[in-house]
């Protein structure tokens, strides 16, 4: 048996035994290639840059902005999470807020942002030339937040869009992008529609009723919480992982709360401080090869 056959069967087995866990819940897809946690990082942690690497020279203290991601890139950084929302001329925009200058994205053209432009000079980029600069680098995966949306409708329109793009930019593969989103309604959607994807929900209740478990009974295969939500429920990252289920906590920044998030045995940290936690985690870091 050569070591790849080996390999594929025990990822099999090991998939087999995490929608036990989970009874009925958990029915991971057969092209999901995503069971990264435990069976791709072996116990390591990934780091995300939030909104890109923008904290640094090179990304010109501007979130979203192309020359944020290039930093994550050029940092050899596992992911860079982006934000997107969509015009009213049917344009995927790459911006946290869902207005820009007061202007909301959901009533106005992408034309009417020309003149907003971010700290560095950028204006906001489309997602399509955004995913110019994301597909040079094969080894810095696009974390891509959808935005929630006024209507469901629109949600609907945002991801198909985006698939779209990524098509055409040669960026639709599992290995390459990741979705996460505080939209229930999207996180659906994907699952049913793009179940090959890792599709984390997101949310920041840290009282609320979050188990991961839910999530996966609806083909969600991951979540995404803020860090104060695994401090509260540590046991959730566990539950997550007995379904079969990616796990990352954001927006860490501070040592005390890396070094928490890295004792529970997260999967991946997004932060504004990229840097602070590869430091921290030292050999315990995962790269994509």
């Given amino acids: 048996m050569t070591r ?29 290639t995503a069971q990264f946690p435990s069976l791709s990082q072996g116990g390591k942690v990934a780091i995300v840059a939030h909104r890109g690497f923008w904290k640094s020279e090179q990304g010109g203290m501007s979130e979203n902005s192309i020359a944020s991601l290039r930093a994550a890139q050029d940092a050899g950084l596992w992911g860079s999470e982006c934000d997107i929302h969509l015009t009213a001329d049917g344009v995927v925009i790459v911006n946290h807020n869902a207005d ?16 907003d432009l971010l700290p560095n000079g950028e204006r906001r980029p489309s997602l399509d030339e955004y995913l110019e600069q994301a597909r040079k680098c094969e080894t810095t995966k696009l974390v891509i937040e959808f935005k929630k949306q006024p209507t469901e409708a629109i949600e609907d329109a945002l991801v198909e869009k985006t698939v779209i793009s990524l098509k055409s930019h040669r960026m639709f593969d599992p290995e390459r992008v990741l979705f996460i989103s505080f939209s229930k309604h999207i996180c659906l959607k994907l699952a049913a529609e793009y179940p090959q994807f890792v599709n984390q929900f997101l949310s920041s209740d840290p009282v609320g009723n979050q188990n991961p478990e839910q999530y996966a009974a609806s083909g969600i295969n991951g979540v995404d919480y803020h860090y104060k939500m695994f401090k509260a429920h540590p046991d959730w990252i566990e539950k997550a992982h007995s379904c079969g289920m990616s796990t990352n906590a954001w927006t860490v920044n501070k040592e005390s709360d890396i070094r928490a998030m890295i004792d529970a045995g997260i999967d991946a940290i997004t932060s504004n401080e990229p840097l602070l936690v590869r430091e921290l985690l030292g050999d315990k870091e995962y790269k994509k090869k």
């Fill in 4 to 32: 790849l056959n080996f390999l594929k069967i025990t990822a099999g087995l090991a998939a087999a035994i995490s929608a036990a866990a989970c009874g009925s819940a958990a029915k991971p897809s057969a092209e999901t």
């Fill in 100 to 115: 820009i200058e007061g202007k909301q994205i959901s009533t106005h053209r992408f034309a009417d942002f020309e003149g």
